[in-house]
């Protein structure tokens, strides 16, 4: 059965330089005075293996700059460092409020458990990171370790003049 109108399907296909769909070529079928169903075509294309080309992805996909930065990941998850070493990790994250993005910007101190600083914007940009660093009670020099997830946000040079 699934032979019978393969060569119309075939034909509205080259026809189309290959573009057609399920959808189409049913419509064109239509106009022929033949009713077939769209998964009947979807069979009879998928034995032939006919593609369209608007099914093809067609995107690339681009890796950031910031992930791409020479600065060595010194902490390798060892998030358990006792009590002596004074070290920050920061993450964003978002929050909807009334309808509206929010970001998160929070700073843990991995000596204690503790929040060392955070901030609250509807931007995720580097000054909602300044915000939240301005929070913590030692000076920034006294810790040794700031970690973050390198997004864009911790690529700026504001926050490599303060905290590197």
Not at 70 to 89: C, D, E, P, S, Y
Not at 124 to 140: E, F, G, R, W, Y
Request: proline share 1%; glycine share 4%; hydrophobic share 35%.
């Amino acid at each position: 059965m699934v032979a019978h109108y393969a060569d119309n399907i075939l034909t509205i296909f080259k026809r189309s330089y290959q573009s057609y769909g399920t959808r189409r070529i049913r419509f064109a079928l239509q106009q022929a005075g033949i009713s077939v169903s769209r998964r009947y075509i979807a069979r009879v294309m998928k034995s032939l293996s006919l593609v369209s080309k608007y099914t093809i992805k067609r995107y690339r996909g681009y890796q950031t700059a910031s992930n791409s930065s020479v600065t060595a990941n010194h902490l390798q998850r060892q998030f358990n460092v006792g009590t002596k070493q004074q070290i920050i990790v920061a993450d964003l994250t978002y929050i909807r409020v009334n309808h509206c993005w929010n970001y998160l910007c929070v700073l843990l101190n991995l000596s204690n458990r503790q929040i060392a600083g955070y901030s609250v914007g509807q931007h995720k940009t580097a000054d909602l990171v300044m915000s939240a660093l301005s929070q913590i009670k030692q000076p920034l020099s006294s810790l040794h370790l700031f970690h973050s997830d390198r997004g864009k946000e911790f690529d700026k040079q504001l926050l490599g003049k303060q905290v590197y």
